[in-house]
C-alpha cells in the first residue's frame, strides 16, 4: 500500500556509449587553404583546423558551484548521503515523466477527436502499467514522495495537476484522498529556494555530473 502514489502517477500521467578516440571527417575550403572545418566524432561538435591548430566549436551548460557543507552531526551527514541516493534513483523517472507528458500532448493534438485521445490514452495507460510498475515497486515510500516533488520540478505542475489535465477532476481528488492517508499530498509543490533548497542543490550537481 505505501508503494501507491508512485505508481499511480505513474499510471495517470500518460504518460554511453562508451569514450572512444575522438576520429574526424574533414571538409576541405580549397586547396591553398589555411582552414578547414572538420567534424569530431562520436560526439560530432564542429571545429575548425586554423594553421594546425584545431579549435573546437560547442555550446558550453552553465556551471552552478556552491560552496562546501558544513554538517553539524553524523546524522546530518547521513541525511545528506541518503538524499544523494534518493535523487539518484528518482529524477531519472522524473525526466521521464516530463518527456512523457510533452509527447503524449503533442502526439495528442494531432488525433482528429476526443474518441481517438481517449484511445490512446488507454494505449498509454496499459503501456506504463506493463513497462513502470516492477519498477515502482522498488521505490521506498521517501522516494515515492520526493518522486512527485521532481515530478513539479521538470514540468512545473504539481501531481494533482497533472492527473486533473489527463485523468479528470474525480480521479485527481481520489488519489489525492489517498495519498493524504499516508500523510502525503499531490497538491503540494516543489520549492528550490526554501522547503527543497538542499534538494535543489543535489539535482544541480546530479545534473553537472559530480554525483
Known amino acids: 500500500m505505501r508503494r501507491f502514489i508512485p505508481i499511480s502517477l505513474f499510471l495517470s500521467i500518460l504518460f554511453v556509449c562508451q569514450t572512444k578516440g575522438q576520429e574526424f571527417i574533414a571538409e576541405n575550403r580549397g586547396a591553398n587553404s589555411q582552414q578547414r572545418t572538420i567534424y569530431l566524432l562520436p560526439n560530432?561538435?564542429?571545429?575548425?583546423?586554423i594553421n594546425g591548430d584545431t579549435v573546437v566549436c560547442m555550446s558550453l551548460h552553465d556551471f552552478i558551484k556552491y560552496s562546501p557543507?558544513?554538517?553539524?552531526?553524523?546524522?546530518e551527514q547521513a541525511q545528506y548521503a541518503r538524499l544523494i541516493r534518493d535523487v539518484?534513483?528518482?529524477l531519472p523517472y522524473a525526466k521521464q515523466?516530463?518527456?512523457?507528458?510533452?509527447?503524449?500532448?503533442?502526439?495528442?493534438e494531432t488525433l482528429p477527436d476526443d474518441k481517438a485521445r481517449q484511445k490512446h490514452l488507454n494505449q498509454m495507460e496499459k503501456y506504463l502499467m506493463d513497462a513502470y510498475t516492477p519498477k515502482m515497486k522498488k521505490l521506498t515510500r521517501s522516494q515515492g514522495q520526493l518522486l512527485m516533488k521532481l515530478v513539479d520540478r521538470e514540468?512545473?505542475?504539481?501531481?494533482?495537476h497533472i492527473i486533473d489535465a489527463y485523468m479528470g477532476s474525480a480521479k485527481a481528488f481520489l488519489y489525492n484522498a489517498f495519498a493524504n492517508m499516508f500523510g502525503n499530498s499531490l497538491k503540494k509543490r516543489y520549492d528550490p529556494?526554501?522547503?527543497?533548497?538542499?534538494?535543489?542543490?543535489v539535482c544541480v550537481l546530479v545534473e553537472q555530473g559530480l554525483f
Open 69 to 75: 557543507l558544513r554538517f553539524n552531526s553524523t546524522r
Open 97 to 108: 515523466i516530463a518527456r512523457i507528458i510533452t509527447e503524449t500532448y503533442e502526439y495528442m
Open 193 to 201: 529556494y526554501n522547503e527543497d533548497r538542499m534538494t535543489e542543490r
Open 155 to 160: 514540468t512545473n505542475s504539481s501531481s494533482y
Open 88 to 90: 539518484k534513483v528518482t
Open 44 to 49: 560530432v561538435y564542429p571545429a575548425v583546423v
